[in-house]
T-cell receptor, first 114, second 110 residues
Framework: GAGVSQTPSNKVTEKGKYVELRCDPI?????LYWYRQSLGQGPEFLIY????????DSGLPNDRFFAVRPEGSVSTLKIQRTERGDSAVYLC????????????FGPGTRLTVT | TQLLEQSPQFLSIQEGENLTVYCNSS?????LQWYRQEPGEGPVLLVT?????EVKKLKRLTFQFGDARKDSSLHITAAQPGDTGLYLC??????????FGPGTRLSVLP
């Protein structure tokens, strides 16, 4: 079966631009997570959705970052006024339900801000 | 804030050797997970441990959760080149999100 997919796989943008990163979770998974992974680090939690609602957005670094999941399936992470420090791999994961279930990760989107 | 430390940061060994990597924190976790991540891919869950002192085995991999649920170790017997990758531990307190450590990058040379 299909796993978690993320598009694009790579995104290069100029400082100050707006970007959208997309995540397609495993069908039937109600929980969806976004993480950011910088070089040499482990994934850093950004936001967790249960269904359509953001159950925990405490990891979003500032108000330039926003994520939506309008129909409880596909999610989009939006970054406004990108900065060079936003460069990282953005990982999406989904799980059957809740935080205690196994998370399945996508391959990530590598974002480079020049 | 829960912080996880992993050691060593890098490890390069020959095929057939044994190794142990460590995950430590000052916080108590309700559960702890180990993942392996290969370049260009997301992490893949290897095991979840929830009970202090728990030992789980997955083929040549042995995972142990510390009695106080603050630390964990991963032991690999007779390492193979296919074991190469970034090993991440992640811990969660009750009702909290998993927090990842920085990882141990393992290279097994043929």
């Amino acid at each position: 079966g299909a796993g978690v997919s993320q598009t694009p796989s790579n995104k290069v943008t100029e400082k100050g631009k707006y970007v959208e990163l997309r995540c397609d979770p495993i069908s039937g998974h109600t929980a969806l997570y976004w993480y950011r992974q910088s070089l040499g680090q482990g994934p850093e939690f950004l936001i967790y959705f249960q269904g359509t609602g953001a159950a925990d957005d405490s990891g979003l670094p500032n108000d330039r970052f926003f994520a939506v999941r309008p129909e409880g399936s596909v999610s989009t992470l939006k970054i406004q006024r990108t900065e060079r420090g936003d460069s990282a791999v953005y990982l999406c994961a989904s799980s059957l339900s809740g935080r205690r279930n196994e998370q399945y990760f996508g391959p990530g989107t590598r974002l480079t801000v020049t | 804030t829960q912080l996880l430390e992993q050691s060593p940061q890098f490890l390069s060994i020959q095929e057939g050797e044994n190794l142990t990597v460590y995950c430590n924190s000052s916080s108590v976790f309700s559960s702890l997970q180990w993942y392996r991540q290969e370049p260009g891919e997301g992490p893949v869950l290897l095991v979840t441990v929830v009970t202090g002192g728990e030992v789980k085995k997955l083929k040549r991999l042995t995972f142990q959760f510390g009695d106080a649920r603050k630390d964990s170790s991963l032991h690999i017997t007779a390492a193979q080149p296919g074991d190469t990758g970034l090993y991440l531990c992640a811990g969660a307190g009750y009702g909290q999100n998993f927090v990842f450590g920085p990882g141990t990058r393992l290279s097994v040379l043929p």
